[in-house]
């Protein structure tokens, strides 16, 4: 059974990774239109994956007797400055996720949950994973800059990645 503190703080988790999932999809929009399909793929495949984040959470706080609740979310931002902004967007984003991962697992500590800290120790690998892909495409984008031949590329480089991501 969860506590009061624990249901609500992977509530909070819970809204997060939809709001990841969201923030991805508006990049894959993005990137489509500007007709960038590795980038735009990618970006799907990473909106889903944040999807499946989330439901896992779902399922987790349900199966334990609490209540994992479905809440509004803002909108993301629809358009990026460039595909260096948002990637940049994207790893501070992941930064964030996990400093987020770090709290919960601080608060399952502090109840003395060890099932939801065991639980936690999933996403918290995941994200090590996450910021290290995050930052190596930032990497790629920062030696490209905004040469139109560098960034074709680069598409094609981020198109592989999502051929060869592990499934989550
Ligand atoms: Fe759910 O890992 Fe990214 O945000």
Redesign the pocket.
């Given at each position: 059974m969860l506590t009061e503190t624990i249901e609500k703080a992977l509530n909070e988790q819970i809204k997060?990774?939809a709001s990841?999932s969201q923030v991805?999809l508006s990049m894959a929009s993005w990137a489509e239109i500007q007709g960038f399909e590795g980038v735009s793929s990618f970006m799907y495949a990473?909106s889903d994956?944040?999807r499946m984040?989330?439901l896992k959470l779902v399922k987790f706080v349900n199966e334990r007797g609490g209540h994992a609740r479905v809440s509004t979310l803002e909108a993301p931002p629809a358009k990026f400055g460039s595909f260096k902004e948002m990637f940049q967007t994207l790893f501070d984003?992941?930064v964030m996720?996990s400093s987020k991962i770090n709290d919960l697992v601080d608060i399952t500590l502090k109840e003395k949950d060890y099932a939801t800290h065991n639980f936690l120790q999933w996403?918290v690998a995941?994200?090590i994973e996450?910021e290290a892909l995050a930052r190596t495409i930032l990497d790629k984008i920062n030696l490209i800059g905004d040469d139109k031949g560098g960034l074709y590329l680069f598409d094609n480089d981020v198109k592989l990645l999502v051929t060869n991501e592990e499934p989550v």
């Open positions: 997060i990774e990841s991805y990473h994956e944040e984040h989330m984003h992941e996720v996403y995941e994200q996450e």
